[in-house]
Every structure is written in structure tokens, then in C-alpha cells.
């Protein structure tokens, strides 16, 4: 059976999180949840999205489906898969891609989740398109992203569906366009569950089929996890539900920043987790903020507002991590422990965590399957791009640091000063993601937090709109953020319609940055120019004198 893990709480942290076990004990709490009981929360709609929880036992029934689909993928000969979605339909599918890696005798799993035009040519290049299928994901089939993504490589894949593959909600207007361009295959997702809780539907298994992975294996490991995560486990021995524990009594009591260290292996269970957490929780003024990839410093750059969880890949552990990790428990910092025994068991973790976010959900008193913000940054930038249609240009930035600008330091440094202790600072970067801007980008982390004491979070854009962006509009107001955003040396045509996937990166940023500051956010917009690496180098050179 799944253990809970190990945790490391002071005496008071340990005493409000056993409060809130008694709590879900006395009350029957854990069985409400698995009824599907909506009291649990707001008791507005959450019964409706709470069809994750049969989801494992469901896809092990079914399960020829994948080994057939996977065989189907096999004999075609194709070299690569290219999955095109966004948050819920694509962070799932980037685990199993920089988790497992290529699986022998099967093709190679990619992810497309941006608009910026670097990206995409970036993607491109990495597949032979003749011999690529594609995966058109989306969950309501109306998501801007994933259809234009599908209109760009249809065309360039000659028109040609039988390379096509739909997973969608019944109903959909992927489902319609997918049967009108006479795709080779379509899945359907379950409407009863939400994007970020769809890792073990076929949102998650349909990729990882097709790149090789062994799904009732994975499937049947989940489902140990969902047996010690039901009602008939003691609370105390309930691995979502303590975790869930932790995370929620903490947050009441300050400690929100959601600091998640992971094995280099499974290093991007970190960006799955960011949405489900940011997502679920981050609204009405409350919320748990993740903070993943951020280098591991000494005990003494934390502040009081930070949880640790440590995600260790038993058969693939960091010496170095296991050494930091110990200062910080030593240090009396909140440290979770679990244990990964290998891949394969990254679907019960999908599991413990779904459960334990919907539980930490309760206890902060929030809708967990809800995000209002999300589609305010949506309808803003259908706004932009519908004016871009008829114009054929979007309305200019308003106070915007361009790189060169003689008081870039100067307003840097007012930023910067604006934090305060239990706040945190993001990074939100409109350019290509890559190692080397992420490096850059990530020494900049550092330094700030090094500097500041301040948790920091990095976001590229405009894939984190669909996961952390929520918890950065609605969450608590304790977010100081920095938008980053360049021309495009080179843009991309976006087929059929006038407004290129520049226009819409351009459209998405500025849409992001008017509803954090409708928001009341603290933000500071940086444009870099065509040159993002000398751009980001000259950023970097700024914020250093700026942290003094």
C-alpha cells in the first residue's frame, strides 16, 4: 500500500495539522469526498467535476485500448509524435516525454504548447513531418492554442488527417472538425473532469501510448494509490488526504509557498504540479503558490512562508538534493518526503496529488475545479485578436521599459522594493523557452531571492496563462511581477487567418498583463527587442545594481 510519506513539523504546525485530520475524521470527510458531495467546498458545482475520481478504474477496464492504439502507432513506422495543447491537455503528456524519454521501437513524443513563432520552428525542426502523428488536444475543442496549432501543421502535413489523431470532449468543435478532416482516430475525454485533473484519462494514457509507454502497467499502479486514498483507509493512512492536510493548515497559517524540489528524472512532475495547485487554489484572494525549479539555496534565503515537498525518485535520487533537503528539515523548515519507487509510479503520484489539492482546497475554503481568472486573460485576448482583424494591428503598450531606456535600473529597482516579507516574484516570459533562456533566467531567480528573501517563480509565456496565471491573478496579492516580452526576429503565419502566431503571443501578453494590473498587481513590463539572448543578457546585467 502507498505510504503518506514523511513529514518534519514543528510542534504548532504538527498540532494544527492533526486538528484538521480529527476534523476530516469526526466529520466523515473523506467519504463525503468520494460521494462527490459539494459541501465539501462551496457547495456550488464541484459535484460535477469530481469524475477523476473513477477515472483509473474505468481506463483499466478498457485498457486493450491503449495496448491496441499503441501497437497501431508502432507499425506505422512514425518517427515522432507531436502532441499539440495546452496546460490540462499538454503538461501531463511533457512528463511522460522528459520522464521516460524514447521508448525502443517507438517514436518519439513532442509537446507544442506556445505561440511564440521560435518555438514553433524550434518543434518543427525536430520532427520529419512526413513521418510525424499528431495529437490535436483539447478538452472543450474551442481553446485558441491548440486549433491554430492544428491549422498551421495540417497544412503543412499536406491536408493530410489519416496522421491525425482528436482527443476531446464528446460533442466538441474539435470532434467536428476532426470527423470533417477525416482524422485516423478520436478519443474522448470524460466532461465530469477538469483539464488539470485529466492526467489519467486519455488526455495523459493516449500520448503516453503512442510513445511507447506501458499504460495498464501504469494504470494498474495508480490504482494502488486510489484504493489507499479511499474511505476505507484510516485517515491517518491516507496519502492524499494527509498531504492535503499539510498543505491546507499550512497555508492557513502563512506557510503557502508550495516549494517543490524533484528527482532530476522526474524534474517535470514540477510544471504539472504547478497548474493543479495554482489552478485549484489560487482564487478569491486565497491560494497556495508553487514554486518549482527554483535552485535549492541554504536554509537562511527561506523565509516563514515556505513547505518543502520533496519528490524522490528512489531508483534515480540527487546525493545533493537529499543533502539540502536535510538542512532544511535541520533548520526547522516544513519538509514533506515522498517516495517515487520508479516512473511507473509517477500515476499514483498524479493520483495523491489530485486528492490532496481537492482536500487543501477544502480546507482554505475554495471551489478546486473552478478558474475564473484563466478565462478573463482569454476573453482579453479574443479581444485583441478580433481588433488586429479588423485593423490589422493591436493597440499600443502603455508604460512599457524598453531594454535601452535610460531608467531601466532606476525602475528595476523601484520594483524590486515594492516586495515585502511573505510576498513572492515572478518572471512572466513572452519569448522562446529554451536552456539558455532559461538559464539566464533562472541565475536571475537567485539573485532575487537570494537578495530579496522572497520565494520566486518563473513562468513562459504563454503556456503558464493555462496553470499558474489563475493563482497569479486570483490568488492572494502577494505577487510582484516582472513581464518580459521581444519582437519576433522571424513570424510564423497562422493559415486562414490574418493575425500571425506573433500577433497572438503579442495579444496573449497583453491581455495578461491588463488583467493583473485590473487586478491591483504589482507589474513591470521589460520589452527586450529582436535580440532576445543579447536582450536577457543586458536585463540581467540591470537587475544586478538594481537588487542593491
Not at 494514457?205 to 499502479?221: E, K, Q, R, T, Y
Not at 492535503?244 to 504540479?273: C, E, M, N, Q, Y
Not at 536554509?299 to 524522490?312: K, L, N, Q, T
Not at 493555462?466 to 502577494?478: C, F, M, V
Amino acid at each position: 500500500m502507498p505510504s503518506p510519506g514523511t513529514f518534519s513539523l514543528k510542534p504548532d504546525q504538527r498540532a494544527a495539522f492533526e486538528r484538521v485530520l480529527d476534523d476530516w475524521r469526526i466529520n466523515g470527510k473523506v467519504g463525503r469526498l468520494w460521494s462527490k458531495d459539494a459541501s465539501l467546498w462551496t457547495g456550488a458545482d464541484e459535484s460535477k467535476w469530481l469524475g477523476w475520481l473513477d477515472i483509473v478504474e474505468s481506463q483499466l477496464k478498457t485498457a486493450d485500448k491503449f495496448v491496441k492504439f499503441a501497437k497501431e502507432v508502432r507499425e506505422r513506422g512514425f518517427t515522432h509524435v507531436l502532441l499539440l495543447g495546452m496546460g490540462g491537455s499538454s503538461l501531463c503528456p511533457e512528463v511522460h516525454a522528459l520522464s521516460f524519454g524514447k521508448q525502443a521501437d517507438f517514436p518519439e513524443l513532442h509537446v507544442l504548447d506556445s505561440t511564440d513563432p521560435a518555438q514553433i520552428r524550434a518543434i518543427e525542426s525536430r520532427v520529419d513531418l512526413a513521418h510525424t502523428l499528431f495529437i490535436v488536444s483539447s478538452k472543450s475543442g474551442s481553446t485558441l492554442e491548440p486549433n491554430i496549432f492544428k491549422q498551421y501543421f495540417f497544412e503543412r502535413a499536406g491536408c493530410d488527417g489519416s496522421r491525425f489523431v482528436a482527443i476531446t470532449d464528446p460533442g466538441s468543435k474539435m470532434q467536428q472538425v476532426a470527423e470533417q478532416d477525416k482524422f485516423w482516430r478520436i478519443f474522448f475525454g470524460v466532461p465530469s473532469i477538469g483539464g488539470r485533473y485529466s492526467a489519467l484519462s486519455d488526455f495523459g494514457m493516449i500520448p503516453a501510448a503512442g510513445m511507447g509507454v506501458d499504460v495498464p502497467m501504469f494504470a494498474g499502479l495508480a490504482q494502488g494509490m486510489v484504493q489507499a486514498c479511499s474511505p476505507s483507509q484510516s485517515v491517518e493512512s491516507n496519502p492524499g488526504v494527509v498531504l492535503g492536510a499539510i498543505l491546507g493548515s499550512l497555508a492557513l497559517a502563512g506557510r503557502d509557498k508550495v516549494t517543490i524540489i524533484a528527482s532530476p528524472r522526474i524534474r517535470d512532475l514540477g510544471a504539472w504540479l504547478e497548474q493543479l495547485i495554482a489552478e485549484s487554489t489560487g482564487k478569491i484572494g486565497k491560494g497556495l503558490i508553487p514554486v518549482d525549479r527554483e535552485q535549492l539555496g541554504p536554509p537562511s534565503v527561506y523565509g516563514s512562508d515556505r513547505v518543502f515537498v520533496y519528490e524522490r525518485l528512489e531508483n534515480g535520487p540527487d546525493p545533493q538534493q537529499d543533502a539540502a533537503v536535510a538542512a532544511l528539515e535541520a533548520a526547522g523548515h516544513p519538509v514533506v518526503r515522498l517516495s517515487v519507487p520508479d516512473t511507473y509510479h509517477l500515476g499514483a503520484e498524479f493520483f495523491r496529488w489530485e486528492i490532496a489539492t481537492a482536500v487543501a482546497g477544502s480546507i482554505i475554503a475554495v471551489d478546486p475545479f473552478d478558474q475564473p481568472d484563466v478565462e478573463a486573460a482569454k476573453i482579453a485576448t479574443k479581444k485583441l485578436t478580433s481588433a488586429f482583424e479588423e485593423s490589422g494591428s493591436l493597440p499600443p503598450e502603455s508604460d512599457v521599459v524598453r531594454i535601452d531606456d535610460k531608467d531601466l535600473q532606476s525602475r528595476l529597482r523601484a520594483h524590486f522594493n515594492s516586495l515585502r516579507s511573505g510576498d513572492y516574484f515572478g518572471m512572466l516570459a513572452y519569448i522562446q523557452m529554451n536552456a539558455a533562456h532559461e538559464d539566464t533566467l533562472q541565475e536571475v531567480r537567485r539573485k532575487i531571492r537570494d537578495s530579496k528573501k522572497v520565494a520566486t517563480v518563473l513562468g513562459f509565456g504563454p503556456r503558464f496563462l493555462h496553470s499558474t496565471g489563475q493563482a497569479y491573478k486570483g490568488g492572494p496579492n502577494t505577487g510582484v511581477f516582472l513581464q518580459i516580452t521581444c519582437d519576433d526576429a522571424k513570424d510564423v503565419p497562422v493559415p486562414g487567418q490574418k493575425y500571425t502566431f506573433g500577433v497572438v503571443k503579442a495579444a496573449q501578453a497583453s491581455g495578461d498583463l491588463q488583467v493583473l494590473r485590473e487586478r491591483g498587481r504589482r507589474t513591470l513590463h521589460v520589452h527586450l527587442g529582436s535580440d532576445v539572448g543579447a536582450g536577457l543578457v543586458q536585463l540581467a546585467s540591470a537587475i544586478e545594481p538594481a537588487l542593491q
